[in-house]
T-cell receptor, first 114, second 113 residues
Framework: NAGVIQTPRHKVTGKGQEATLWCEPI?????VFWYRQTIVQGLEFLTY????????DSGMPKERFSAQMPNQSHSTLKIQSTQPQDSAVYLC????????????FGPGTRLTVL | QQKVQQSPESLSVPEGGMASLNCTSS?????YFWWYRQHSGEGPKALM?????GDKKEGRFTAHLNKASLHVSLHIRDSQPSDSALYFC?????????????FGSGTQLTVMP
């Protein structure tokens, strides 16, 4: 079991460019979550999918951010027109949705917007 | 005000000592709690969950939950240098139907050899 896979591990974009982050959940897990981590704001929930359907996007910024889960093996987080304040570590997690509902996190993608 | 508050912000203990971390929720809907640990450059990893009042022990780690006061603690006995990491308390609101976790701001634990 390779765990949650996130690519790329590091991404540098210029202000105004688009960034797409990829997440491959643990095989068989029904839920995929996206979080953002910064020194100032800490760990913040963005959105999550269950059985590929969007369930809760209450943490997603209203503009420029979107997430998709086109199939059970990957999810993407897209940020359009990136701004310096988008610089953060973006974490993907997956859960089997059973037992303690534990979320297993990937290593994160560090996004730097210049 | 953050819904999940952790203390202390940082903690240093000698190797072999006891580390005690605290977490309080300001939302009575938060009934389920987890402790996560994050080493530098990695994603958080769950240490344990606690959903019922009382103590839960897993190896050197003991969590305690008091639902009446919405307080949860984590105690690490016989601390090892490898326990040095950022520790998060996380909570979820079972009544909302959402599985999202609300994280505290973290406690940086340093275990000194």
């Amino acid at each position: 079991n390779a765990g949650v896979i996130q690519t790329p591990r590091h991404k540098v974009t210029g202000k105004g460019q688009e960034a797409t982050l990829w997440c491959e959940p643990i095989s068989g897990h029904s839920a995929v979550f996206w979080y953002r981590q910064t020194i100032v704001q800490g760990l913040e929930f963005l959105t999550y999918f269950r059985n590929q359907a969007p369930i809760d996007d209450s943490g997603m910024p209203k503009e420029r951010f979107s997430a998709q889960m086109p199939n059970q093996s990957h999810s993407t987080l897209k940020i359009q027109s990136t701004q310096p304040q988008d610089s953060a570590v973006y974490l993907c997690a997956s859960s089997s949705g059973t037992g303690s509902y534990e979320q297993y996190f990937g290593p994160g993608t560090r996004l730097t917007v210049l | 005000q953050q819904k999940v508050q952790q203390s202390p912000e940082s903690l240093s203990v000698p190797e072999g000592g006891m580390a005690s971390l605290n977490c309080t929720s300001s939302d009575r809907n938060f009934q389920y709690f987890w402790w996560y640990r994050q080493h530098s450059g990695e994603g958080p990893k769950a240490l344990m969950s606690i959903f019922s009042d009382g103590d839960k022990k897993e190896g050197r780690f003991t969590a305690h939950l008091n639902k009446a006061s919405l307080h949860v603690s984590l105690h690490i006995r016989d601390s090892q240098p490898s326990d040095s990491a950022l520790y998060f308390c996380a909570a979820s609101d079972a009544s909302s139907g959402s599985w999202q976790l609300i994280f505290g701001s973290g406690t940086q634990l340093t275990v000194m050899p």
